[in-house]
Every structure is written in structure tokens, then in C-alpha cells.
């Protein structure tokens, strides 16, 4: 696992000194911004691009909420780590996200499955077609990933912010906005489901 | 034990949130229970596939950090410089608030305007109707009204020296 997200390091490999960029920054100092997001940067893009499993999207997301940081940087009070402020304002931005293009797939799918045409046709070709079970690890890869995908959001989040990130299920609730005892259900409640759709290939 | 409590202990203790007596209880029950010990092996290979899913970005920080730069820069010009069309449509906005406040106070005002009958707002119709009956009881005041509620028509006796008012619904 990389450095825990409490001490990101610079390009040099430097512990970033978290608490004086962020100072600077809320002064309007958009270099120690600037320090701060690339510190970051690669951490919030894996975080939203576990919650919106797609690549551009994280991408395009992820510029989306350093904006929004710097703009609402004044409302980090320092309650809590940086770090945890950070997740929050990405977790809900990713979640928001996945729930817009929820509902605009719905009207889509909605629209593709008029009368007299073919349901088959309008599937992504992933839910259509079978692997060619080459290799059983690329098998077990491709059936994680699925698993993964049917998680929820909240729950894919969850199991990625302990997971992939560290971070404790305090701190998770912090950035999900929820309590600690539904942050220990659904990473609990992610590792059930992943390892039921795990079992038929292994 | 149940294994469903077992593995809700297994997941929190992978997590290090298990305490230290529950972790202790839940180490003997892993050397004696083959199939949780086998949980614990596929909980910690998910753990190990989430971390392998992390992929690069497909840009630098420094160059998300140029286009950040960028997007701020625009973002802040869009609200210290608002377009002409927007200063009209705000004040447009601003008018219509203003105007919109003014309108609830006149409407609360005319509501509650002091009046000299109290009941000069509530309908005519509205008013339950009394009617004042002679009483062949010394010294009392009788009166009859229909109750809007249970739709019985009520008659009243009020004696002067007596504390307690006698209802008859009929």
C-alpha cells in the first residue's frame, strides 16, 4: 500500500507538510494549491475511479473537484485531517456523479427498449459475451471486476477507502457521510458479495 | 458461535477495528473452524485485488495541475466579470425578489390588520348560530346553537348562582 493519505509525498519523494500548504492556500496562495493537489492528485483520481469505474470520467471528475476544493477550501475548518475533508468533497462528487448517469442511462435504456427492437442489441458487449477463460487469474480478474461493478456505489466506496486508501471506518464515515456502524456493514456486506461471485472460479 | 457473527468479527479484525478480547476469541476460532480461516485467505486476496485495480492516471499532476490552474482561473473570471446579459438578468432577479417580499408582507398585513370586530375576517356562514331561549328556571339564561362538529343541537342553561353550567345535547 502507498504512504497512508495523512503524509502524501511530493514528486522528490518529500513528506508534503499538509497543514502549511493548506493555510497558504486558504490565503489564496494557488502555488501552495497547486503543491497540495499533486500530492493528491493520483490518490482522488484511484478514488473516483473506483466509484465511477470509468477512466475519463474519473479524469474529467477529478479536475471538476480540485476546483471545487480550492472554491470551498474557506469551509475546511480543520476539525478534521485534510485528507478526510478531501475524500468527502470526491466521495460525494463521484457518488453524484453515478447517480446522474444512472438515471440518464434509465431514459436511454428506457428509449432502446421500444417496441420491435432487439433487447440483446443495446447491451454492452461485457453483459453479452463470455470471456475466453484463458488464463483462470485472468478469469478471476475479470469476475472481480464484475463483482466489483455490482456492488453500490456507497459500497464500492467504502470497501476502496478501507482497501485502497487505509483509511479507518471513523474516517470513512466522515468521508461518506454516514456512521461508523454502516461504514462496518457494507465493507462487510462488499466482501460477502465479491467472494460468492468469486467462488464459481476458483 | 454463528458463523455470519464470526465473519462480521473476521472482517473488522482484517480492518484492525476488532477489539482485543473479540480478536483473541476470534484467533482461537480460526484455528479450529478450517472454513473461516479459509475466508480470511479469499477476504485478503479482495484486499489485495482492490489495491491492483488502482490505475495511473492518464495524466501527470503537473499536468492536471496546468489544466486545474486553468479551469480556477476561468471559473473565478466568470464571477468577477459577469457579462452584461448577466448584470441585467441579476438585477431582474433582485427586482423580482424585492417585489416578491413586498407582496408577502402586504398579504400578511391585510391577514392580520387589526380589526374592531373580532369576528369581521371568519365568514358569515361560518358562524355558529345561537339563539337565546326563555327558560321557565329562575335566574337562569338558556341559549341553543347547533354544534358544528357533532351536528347535535345543543341547549344550554347557565344558573347565576349555581358554579357549574348544565349541558343537554338533544
Not at chain 1, 11 to 38: C, I, S, T, W
Not at chain 1, 161 to 167: F, Q, S
Request: contains cysteine; aromatic residues 8%.
Amino acid at each position: 500500500m502507498s504512504p497512508h493519505a495523512s503524509n502524501p509525498v511530493n514528486a522528490d519523494g518529500d513528506v508534503v507538510d499538509v497543514p502549511r500548504l493548506v493555510q497558504l492556500a486558504k490565503n489564496g496562495d494557488e502555488a501552495a494549491f497547486g503543491e497540495l493537489m499533486q500530492a493528491y492528485y493520483t490518490r482522488v483520481y484511484g478514488l473516483l475511479n473506483g466509484i465511477v469505474r470509468h477512466e475519463d470520467d474519473a479524469r474529467d471528475l477529478s479536475q471538476h473537484v480540485w476546483v471545487k476544493v480550492w472554491h470551498k477550501l474557506d469551509s475546511f475548518k480543520g476539525d478534521s485531517d485534510f485528507y478526510t475533508w478531501l475524500y468527502r468533497v470526491a466521495t460525494f462528487a463521484g457518488l453524484d456523479f453515478v447517480r446522474k448517469r444512472k438515471r440518464q442511462r434509465e431514459v436511454e435504456l428506457s428509449e432502446a427498449l421500444e417496441p420491435n427492437r432487439d433487447a440483446d442489441s443495446v447491451l454492452p458487449p461485457s453483459l453479452t459475451s463470455r470471456p475466453d477463460s484463458a488464463a483462470q487469474t485472468a478469469e478471476i480478474q475479470t469476475v472481480f471486476e464484475r463483482a466489483l461493478e455490482t456492488l453500490s456505489p456507497e459500497h464500492r466506496t467504502a470497501l476502496m477507502l478501507r482497501e485502497v486508501e487505509g483509511l479507518s471506518y471513523d474516517e470513512i464515515a466522515v468521508a461518506t457521510g454516514c456512521r461508523r456502524g454502516t461504514v462496518m456493514s457494507r465493507i462487510f456486506y462488499a466482501r460477502k458479495s465479491i467472494q460468492a461471485q468469486l467462488k464459481d472460479v476458483r | 458461535m454463528k458463523r455470519e457473527r464470526a465473519a462480521y468479527w473476521l472482517s473488522q479484525a482484517l480492518d484492525g477495528e476488532l477489539s482485543p478480547r473479540r480478536l483473541r476469541r476470534l484467533e482461537k476460532l480460526l484455528t479450529e473452524d478450517p472454513a473461516l480461516a479459509d475466508l480470511q485467505e479469499q477476504w485478503l486476496a479482495i484486499g489485495q485485488s482492490c489495491r491492483a485495480q488502482s490505475v495511473e492516471p492518464p495524466q501527470t499532476p503537473e499536468a492536471a495541475w496546468q489544466n486545474v490552474q486553468r479551469a480556477i482561473r476561468l471559473s473565478q473570471d466568470e464571477v468577477a466579470e459577469p457579462t452584461p446579459t448577466a448584470v441585467v438578468g441579476g438585477l431582474w432577479r433582485w427586482g423580482l425578489s424585492v417585489a416578491a417580499v413586498l407582496l408577502l408582507f402586504a398579504g400578511t398585513w391585510w391577514g392580520l390588520r387589526p380589526t374592531g370586530e373580532p369576528w369581521a375576517t371568519v365568514p358569515v356562514a361560518e358562524r355558529t348560530q345561537v339563539e337565546w331561549v326563555e327558560s321557565d328556571l329562575p335566574d337562569a339564561i338558556s341559549m341553543v346553537y347547533e354544534d358544528e362538529d357533532t351536528g347535535l343541537t345543543v341547549i344550554w342553561v347557565m344558573m347565576d348562582d349555581v358554579q357549574e353550567d348544565n349541558g343537554y345535547a338533544g
